[in-house]
């Protein structure tokens, strides 16, 4: 690695009595403060802006997954080296998968596989924070916990970049918050400020009770009713020792008077109604969360929401420091497969790919030789520790050529052979995609300029080009 240098650096129901006894508080309690904050849409389309991504899926594999056995197996490696997972062709003539990964296998037209993504940083925290925001170290003053010297998430960037004053959040999160007690940074718009922070959703979707927080109104109460109780400003108004001791007061302008619109605007209402997909549909996904998030999260992009973050499971759930293929085999990859495959296919018999990136990366990989490094703690015979050196990313829909595999790693899989590609990288394609220049500037909170990425698009995704 050392030869490599970095070039820079539910609708949940409340209660009549409920909504007014704490007003927009309870709104304002679980994500839904960055929803309130949206100015009017400075963005007008043109016939060039519809040749971008309308929408982003960035579908997060939390823990890191092991590169050498899903997308990038070394079969003629050592038996140390390769584990015990076989390949299998796929659609797409020389390109192979993992044996536990046929739905991919049969859909690879529709995805190009980066085999030498690569960073210098094999912590979860840190990592997190580089791969959810596109950069390659960490901002001064930030820590492996969450704070407001973080760099925004792409969601927040975007938001500040094209606020919007329709209801429709410029980010959506789900279905957990990654946490260990404290929040993994790169999960909100840190120095942007609390206004940019996308929506939290905390919810299961597989489960039957699903029901977002705070998008159904309660039984009786009607949006023209809502819209007319001018005594719940006065309910928010009380509350509002509260919310100086959860945010400054600063964070709160204007959420009062733009509340309603979350409530009243019935695309995002309607896409988080999960039950009205049809039973076959839901089936194709999975009946899991991992399939239902994917499920959901093409339901947001039908409603506008330009970037959705789908985690595959709770925190550090690809982390298979023990028991590597028996996670994998069992537990991890098949409704991976399933339900990646379903979106795929999903997105482009509707045609929505065309329009949409969908982007399946973790914050790193596993280490070549089976049980880790030898001698640390987390050494275990049948286990893989963190790997930073060489990793991969699936990417795929937005004008993205299918079918094809960008950069390699060596012969074990531990660092770029070829094309090495960052974190930054990935960011800038991102933005790119979506048309925002990587090279905008933002500010901070203390007014000081900073470009949105400091990477370069990866420019084979769209060409085709040999890599």
């Keep these: 690695m050392n030869s490599q240098r970095f070039r820079h650096q539910h609708r949940l ?33 043109t016939p060039s802006d519809r040749k971008r991504a309308r929408s982003v899926i960035l579908i997060f594999l939390t823990g890191a997954p092991s590169h050498l056995d899903m997308f990038d197996l070394k079969t003629d490696a050592p038996a140390e080296v390769r584990g015990t997972f076989q390949p299998i062709a796929t659609r797409t003539p020389g390109m192979e998968v993992c044996e536990h990964l046929p739905k991919l296998a049969a859909c690879s037209d529709k995805y190009a596989v980066i085999r030498s993504m690569t960073h210098g940083l094999p912590s979860h925290e840190h990592a997190t924070h580089m791969l959810l925001t596109g950069i ?100 928010l108004n009380a509350q509002s020792a509260q919310l100086d001791r959860a945010r400054p007061v600063a964070e709160y302008s204007n959420y009062q008077d733009r509340a309603l619109s979350i409530l009243t605007t019935s695309a995002i209402g309607r896409a988080f109604s999960i039950d009205q997909e049809p039973a076959a549909v839901r089936d194709q996904y999975g009946r899991h969360p991992f399939g239902q998030s994917l499920l959901l999260s093409r339901r947001l992009v039908q409603a506008g929401v330009p970037i959705v973050q789908a985690n595959m499971g709770s925190m550090n759930n690809w982390d298979t420091h023990n028991n590597n293929f028996t996670q994998l085999k069992d ?53 893989r520790d963190h790997w930073a050196g060489v990793f991969f990313a699936l ?9 094809q595999v960008i950069g390699s790693s060596d012969k074990i899989a531990a660092y770029p052979a070829s094309n090495p590609y960052y974190p930054s990288d990935l960011g800038a394609t991102l933005f790119h995609s979506l048309g925002v220049d990587p090279r905008t500037i933002m500010k901070d909170r203390l007014n000081r300029p900073m470009h949105v990425s400091e990477g370069q698009p990866i420019a084979p995704l769209f060409t085709g080009a040999a890599s």
């Design 395 to 403: 990417v795929a829909g937005a004008g993205v050529r299918g079918g």
């Design 136 to 235: 390659d170290t960490m901002p001064i003053g930030s820590t492996h916990m969450a704070s407001r010297f973080d760099w925004p998430c792409y969601a927040s960037a975007l938001d500040y970049l094209r606020p919007r004053g329709d209801g429709v959040p410029n980010g959506v999160m789900l279905p957990t918050y990654l946490n260990n007690g404290y929040g993994f940074s790169g999960q909100d718009a840190g120095f942007l400020g609390a206004r940019h922070d996308p929506w939290h959703v905390k919810q299961d979707p597989n489960d039957p009770k699903f029901r977002v927080e705070n998008l159904s109104l309660p039984v009786g109460l009607s949006i023209d009713a809502l819209g007319h109780r001018c005594q719940l400003l006065a309910q």
């Design 13 to 45: 129901g409340i209660t009549r009595r409920e909504l007014l006894q704490v007003g927009y508080s309870g709104l304002l309690g679980l994500g839904l403060p960055t929803l309130l904050s949206r100015q009017a849409l400075a963005t007008h389309d």
């Design 331 to 383: 537990r991890l990859l098949p409704p991976l497969d399933q339900g990646v495959s379903a979106l795929l296919d999903d997105l482009s018999s509707s045609g929505l790919l065309d329009e949409t990136l969908v982007v399946m990366v973790g914050e790193f990989g596993r280490t070549p030789k089976l049980g880790g490094n030898v001698g640390t703690p987390s050494y275990v015979p049948d286990g």
